[in-house]
């Protein structure tokens, strides 16, 4: 972002700050919101939490945070604030009750944790109200444009990579090919990911039309090299469905196939998060209070090339970080 840009305006003092964690939780929003309140709490300012995501700043579930509020927590799972997902704050009438309870409890700029949808919601309520608000990007999914890594990512794939090394077990004693479906939504970062990690066989992404006549083919011509078994990695939002649609699919073409379907589902969100989320959301964390103590506003702030980077909040929904085509290649070369 621009030093002259439109999203940094002289700042008042600030004394209250809230902070919300919203949508799909992440392992590392935890991390986040010890930072902020810690972070906050250096520079003289009241951290305030919101639970429940924007529900809570609907139905003014507000609590003050102190240092200890937060203590330990570093290393949990989920987030303490909770988390929903409220399609309601489309509705500009929900967003002004919003703004209504911020200020009525004297909070001067509000942290939101969260994907991109909140980030839409949080635009919204910061350009309507000239309100200061930032974004951290903490989802699973890896899906936010301006920065190269989400809150959450990497404790999701090694989660993912543990359990998948664990059925690569059954199906090597078993001679079975499994179909293995990640999470993503619409993204086949967690996907791509753990095929490369796992040695996966096959690697089935949205990002990537998936024709199955050669899929079958292809898991032919694995057979005819002696392999028993196989790991075939279906990322969600794939053109040919769900893992369970697409093993059908491939049984129906190979009915001697012995195949098996395992959906992860949510153990990739949950657990302990590894060290990379735990410093990424400190850091963002600690970036975001002084982001906001400069008058910056409008913004996520993400890590860009190991730096911190701000993105309008407009951009961040806007755009998508697109896959890397070349480990798409190098999951394909590795599976020979
Ligand atoms: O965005 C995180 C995510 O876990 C996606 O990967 C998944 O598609 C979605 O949330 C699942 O949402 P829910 O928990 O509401 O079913």
């Known amino acids: 972002m621009k030093e002259n840009s439109e999203n ?10 809230g902070v919300l964690t919203s949508g799909g939780d992440a392992p590392g929003m935890n991390a986040a919101i010890r930072s902020v309140v810690r972070s906050a709490i250096y520079n003289n300012i009241q951290p305030v939490g919101i639970y429940r995501g924007y529900y809570g700043l609907v139905n003014r579930q507000f609590v ?4 200890h509020s937060v203590s330990k927590i570093i290393s949990q799972g989920g987030t303490i604030l909770k988390s ?5 704050f489309d509705k500009r009438e929900y967003r002004d009750i919003a703004i209504e309870n911020l200020r009525e409890a004297s909070i001067d700029a509000l942290v939101v944790i969260g994907g991109d949808g909140s980030f839409r919601g949080a635009h919204l309520l910061a350009t309507e109200n000239d309100f200061p608000i930032v974004g951290l990007p903490g989802t699973i999914d890896n899906d936010i444009f301006g920065t190269d890594f989400t809150i959450g990512f990497d404790t999701a794939i090694n989660t993912a990579v543990e359990a998948i090394d664990k059925i690569r ?8 090919v499994f179909f293995v479906e990640v999470m993503g939504r619409n993204t ?6 753990t095929a490369i990690a796992t040695g996966a066989e096959a690697t089935i992404i949205p990002e990537v039309h998936t024709d199955i006549d050669s899929l079958c083919d292809y898991l032919l011509k694995e057979r005819r090299k002696n392999k028993t078994s196989g790991i075939v990695i279906v990322a969600e939002g794939s053109d040919q469905g769900s893992a369970t ?5 491939v049984k129906a073409k190979i009915p001697d196939y012995e195949t ?12 302990s998060p590894t060290c990379n989320d735990r410093v990424l959301a400190s850091t963002l964390g600690n970036a975001s209070i002084n982001a906001l103590i400069s008058g910056i506003s409008d913004v996520m702030i993400g890590q860009v090339n190991g730096l911190v980077a701000y993105t309008p909040f407009a951009e961040a929904c806007a755009k998508h970080n697109p896959i890397n085509q070349k480990w798409i290649e190098v999951a394909h070369i590795l599976s020979l």
């Open 260 to 271: 098996r379907v395992t959906t992860l589902g949510h153990i990739q969100r949950g657990g």
């Open 188 to 193: 086949g970062f967690i996907g791509l990911y």
């Open 64 to 67: 003050t945070m102190q240092s």
């Open 8 to 17: 940094i305006k002289v700042q008042k003092k600030l004394n209250r700050i």
């Open 169 to 176: 077990d059954t199906a090597d004693s078993h001679n079975l």
């Open 245 to 249: 649609e697409i093993a059908a699919k």
């Open 84 to 88: 929903s997902r409220l399609p309601e």
